[in-house]
């Protein structure tokens, strides 16, 4: 009997909801139609500054019924104040306030535009032409009215030269006429396009404006430019200053970053395949703008030998390089991949000191691990290097690091550099694309620029050139065949990348070397044994021989394959040769 009763209460119950169900009067209906607004309505008409306008929105939806209103009102001088605070009492008005501020503008304030949506996101839109709101309109009485914004008289930044890690003060000198000075901040662009703001700023004793700037660490060196200033006062007046106003234009401070570490570098042998032993020579990596003055007199030195060198094999002809740069990267440390790798800063360590102490190159530059960030890398080759470099200087770019390769659309393959900073989950935002190397080649009037990548990937920036380089080779043993080679040298300019090996082979280091065998080999053949024609020059299609012809070879002792591989980066014209001077 209990059970019956469980029964037949449980079919009432079932058959009520189903009853409510069939009966919902909503049920498959789409409300696609905006609320309707019938009446505006604002009490008090007459008020003063710091008093308060209620608003009324008498308004209806046919379904889903009113989600949100709001109300736009205009002063006399054209500045805007809007209500979003809205919302619906108990009779189904829809109820608002809005205060009058201080230094507000007297006389006749309009409704200029109202927004009114549904639960169903459907929206009407009044503006000041449409007939409800031409009649909503109140008076304010004020007998102070700031309707200016404030002065900016001067900026001024110190110091004008500062590091990573230091302080930029600012300092703005501005007046307000009446309601004084609310809020300020500035923005400051780095070279490399990079904004950065200060937003704390505030009003000291003196009615200055003061604030600072915290250059971040590994932020861009050169010059940091004020580009926008916007002030405001407790009237809400604003004014914006950009870049292109006066009072901007000499408001910059020049950030230097520098870094200094003493280390000992191997010396390489003469032969590749034998044990490298530390001989103590100091070595300096530092990231610098300026020439270092010490090095100067080696520097002049070695382009002497250079030019007799250079009388020896032909008259005539002068030396073709004015100035030598160079900036090399190593990278280690992976923050988001994995292997990080052991040998990459030693041997940019190691071309470090080949090119300051054996190459005389003039300019150095060296980024390892978290120093080496896109951002800087490109402030580098697309500003700092095409404001530096002359048609007679040469760049030399390079690379030890992870690579890879991504494929494209018709089976295309890119390569890309990889830095401390790179994710997988965010790829492109800090890689090296041969893209980027492509465009950095093509937009530097340097007459030599060379690319070496300490790294295996497919996809290279250029046209590959195959094994037979024997073109590459002109005969030089008539004084004709070496007027020709000379001009080469001497007239043409050249764009060349090498490349450890491709996407299928490792580039790999070993104790043998204390680094990696691509970077070992490329010093040891700079040391003499690429030197093809014994004429104390190397040109880079002689390195690469040497390295095309020995790289495998002690590859393969290690059960590895590298394969070398040099790509032509220039158009027609770029039929010249990157070369060093052998300093023995």
């Not at 009044?126 to 001067?154: A, C, H, M, W």
């Not at 703001?197 to 004020?226: C, H, V």
């Not at 690429?530 to 002690?554: C, G, M, Q, S």
């Amino acid at each position: 009997m209990r059970s019956s009763n469980c029964i037949n209460k449980l079919a009432v119950i079932i058959f009520i909801f189903v009853g409510i169900i069939v009966n919902d009067p909503t049920k498959g209906q789409t409300d696609k139609t905006p609320p309707t607004v019938q009446r505006i309505k604002l009490f008090p008409r007459i008020v003063r500054v710091g008093e308060r306008v209620n608003i009324e929105v008498m308004a209806e939806d046919d379904l889903s019924g009113i989600k949100d209103c709001y109300i736009t009102f205009t002063d006399p001088v054209g500045k805007d104040y809007s209500d979003y605070g809205m919302s619906l009492n108990k009779e189904g008005i829809i109820i608002g306030t809005l205060t009058i501020p201080q230094f507000a503008a007297g006389g006749t304030w309009h409704a200029t535009r109202l927004r009114i949506k549904d639960k169903a996101d459907n929206a009407r839109t009044l503006d000041n032409t449409d007939t409800l709101l031409k009649g909503v309109y109140f008076e304010v009485i004020s007998n102070q009215t700031d309707s200016e914004p404030p002065l900016v008289r001067g900026v001024r930044l110190h110091p004008e030269r500062v590091r990573v890690g230091e302080r930029v003060n600012i300092e703005v000198m501005a007046e307000d006429d009446l309601s004084g000075i609310k809020d300020c901040y500035i923005t400051f662009t780095d070279p490399v396009g990079k904004d950065y703001s200060d937003y704390g700023m505030s009003l000291n004793k003196e009615g200055i404006i003061i604030g600072t700037l915290t250059i971040p660490q590994f932020a861009a060196g050169g010059t940091w430019r004020a580009t926008r200033l916007r002030i405001k006062d407790k009237a809400d007046n604003a004014m914006t200053l950009h870049e292109n106003d006066p009072l901007l234009k000499e408001a910059y401070c020049e950030v230097i970053y520098e870094i200094a570490t003493t280390t000992t570098i191997p010396k390489i042998s003469k032969s590749i395949n034998t044990a490298i032993v530390a001989s103590g020579v100091e070595e300096k990596s530092y990231y610098h703008y300026e020439k270092k003055k010490e090095k100067q007199g080696f520097s002049d030195q070695l382009r002497s030998l250079g030019s007799k060198i250079w009388a020896n094999l032909i008259k005539g002809k002068e030396f073709p390089y004015e100035k030598s740069y160079a900036l090399v990267i190593g990278v280690n440390e992976y923050q988001y991949i994995t292997p990080s790798l052991q040998f990459s800063v030693v041997d940019a360590k190691k071309i470090v000191n080949y090119l300051e102490n054996q190459a005389g190159f003039d300019e150095i530059i060296m980024l390892s691990d978290r120093q080496a960030i896109k951002a800087k890398i490109q402030e580098m080759m697309e500003h700092y290097y095409p404001q530096k470099l002359t048609p007679k200087d040469r760049l030399l770019f390079y690379y030890s690091g992870h690579a890879t390769t991504r494929k494209l659309r018709h089976d295309k393959e890119q390569g890309y550099l990889l830095l401390s900073g790179t994710q997988t989950n965010n790829f492109y935002h800090e890689v090296i694309s041969m893209d980027d190397i492509r465009k950095w080649s093509d937009a530097l009037v340097a007459k030599d620029v060379l690319f070496v990548l300490d790294c295996c990937f497919s996809g290279l920036a250029g046209v590959e050139e195959r094994e037979d380089i024997s073109n590459k080779f002109p005969p030089i043993n008539t004084q004709a065949g070496l007027e020709v080679f000379i001009q080469s040298l001497s007239s043409a300019s050249s764009r060349y990348l090498l490349a450890a090996g491709t996407e299928s082979e490792k580039s790999f280091g070993s104790a043998e070397w204390n680094g990696g065998l691509f970077t070992a080999a490329i010093l040891t053949g700079l040391n003499g044994e690429a030197d093809w024609w014994n004429d104390k020059i190397i040109t880079v299609h002689e390195l690469y021989a040497f390295l095309r012809k020995n790289v495998p070879i002690h590859a393969k002792k290690f059960g590895r394959n590298l394969t070398p591989k040099i790509s032509n980066l220039g158009d027609l014209n770029d039929n010249g040769e990157f070369f060093f001077i052998l300093n023995k």
